[in-house]
């Protein structure tokens, strides 16, 4: 459920006479904006209802939606279809999830900068963490594509509840795709796996940075492939606690696309616990293949985009050589320790503030799209769009 400051939430709903009709469901009485757009590899009455079922939680911005995944999207057959990529992901979409594969091509990428952190709330006994999304859209001709964010609800049967939050311009959707007439909605259904960052039932949450260099890919004999997001799909339906993830985590060979970058995971959980899940190098390995679980310290509780591993200190990738995220890091670093690594929710968010990009950045990895506070211990999400700090929007796991 979302609870938006400063304007009125779901009510304040705008009518567009143009393109959208209004509704009011039987059960609430809460208006809904239904869209005239297609989805032309959908016939499952079902599944056409939940990809019309988007709410603009601004009215008719076009910048910030909310959906709840209502029908099943075959957590176990993705684990076992050795999806290793974006092309083996949009092939599993495309024969498990969408009823038509035949009506349209389909393509998805995939990327992100970021800056996160844990610690406890200064004013209570929860725990929190804080999440900058920062990825820098352009088109051809290096002008900037606004994004629709998702905001993405799921229960799985047999799952955890959780709610997660993407980019729609992975799936080449722009800022008022939902409502422009044109834009094919099919594609919505590979939003389950499609996530950033989100939190589940039990207070554990997990988000994704990128890395510079040569992608993940592991060759353990007899273990499973498994892609990045799909990932974090079954760590927030399946695991509770940072240990249990990792140990989740262990189970599989991962591997993170064949574009050339990595990325970490940053995890935290409803205990206080939190860790940052890195996959380093062997000695003479052109990819990366040995996990790497760095936690129990405070110099660990936020992480940017290079390997905090000692083990890739050394590496032009690594603390000691990459640029990248440094000046954000040390951001971090300082407010962190100067708190005493404890902050309170505002507190949060003003640090996230601090290290939010803006439009000059140039890095793909620059531009803030979206600042989060999860309260790990409250199980909801405080969310702040394109670094408009007065303006926030609250979710909780339901």
């Known amino acids: ?7 009125s939430g779901k009510g304040a ?9 209004m509704t009011f469901s039987s059960c609430d009485n809460k208006p809904e904006i239904k869209t005239y757009n297609p989805a032309r590899m959908i016939n499952d009455p079902e599944k056409l209802d939940m990809l019309h079922s988007l709410v603009d939680l601004e009215g008719n911005k076009g910048r910030l939606y909310e959906m709840t995944y209502t029908v099943d999207y075959k957590l176990d057959e993705a684990l076992n279809a050795g999806i290793v990529g974006t092309n083996t992901l949009v092939q599993f979409v495309m024969t498990h999830l969408v009823d038509d594969p035949t009506a349209k091509s389909a393509g998805l990428s995939y990327d992100a900068g970021c800056s996160a952190f844990a610690c406890p709330d200064t004013d209570s006994k929860d725990y929190l963490m804080g999440r900058n999304f920062d990825f ?5 001709n290096g002008n900037r594509i606004m994004i629709p964010a998702i905001v993405v609800h799921t229960a799985p049967a047999g799952g955890k509840k959780s709610v997660s939050f993407v980019d729609g311009q992975f799936i080449y959707y722009k800022s008022g795709f939902y409502t422009d007439g044109e834009s094919d909605l099919s594609l919505l259904m590979a939003l389950p796996y499609l996530l950033l960052d989100g939190i589940n039932e039990d207070g554990f949450a997990i ?7 040569n992608p993940t890919r592991q060759q353990v004999p007899g273990k499973k492939n498994i ?3 799909v990932a974090m799909r079954m760590l927030l339906d399946r695991a509770s606690t940072v240990n249990q993830a990792v140990e989740m985590l262990k189970e599989y060979n991962m591997w993170m696309d064949e574009a050339p970058a990595s990325y970490h995971y940053f995890m935290a959980d409803a205990t206080g616990d939190y860790a940052i899940v890195e996959y380093t190098f062997k000695d003479g390995e052109e990819y990366p293949t040995e996990m790497e679980v760095l936690k129990g310290e405070d110099a660990l509780r936020y992480v940017t985009n290079f390997y905090v591993s000692p083990s890739m200190a050394d590496s032009p990738d690594g603390s000691v050589l990459s640029s990248h995220g440094k000046d954000r890091y040390e951001k971090l670093k300082a407010n962190l320790a100067e708190l005493q690594y404890k902050l309170n929710p505002a507190q949060a968010m003003d640090l996230l503030k601090s290290v939010a990009q803006g439009p000059e950045a140039q890095l793909s990895t620059g531009f803030t799209q979206w600042s989060e506070v999860y309260n790990l211990s409250q199980k909801t999400v405080r969310m702040s769009i394109l670094r408009e700090f007065d303006k926030t929007f609250d979710f909780t796991v339901e």
């Open 207 to 213: 988000c994704v940075l990128k890395l510079d260099g």
């Open 1 to 7: 459920m979302n609870t938006m400051h400063f304007h």
């Open 13 to 21: 709903i705008l009518l567009s006479f143009l393109l959208l009709t």
């Open 136 to 140: 820098n859209h352009k088109d051809k």
């Open 227 to 229: 892609f990045t997001t």
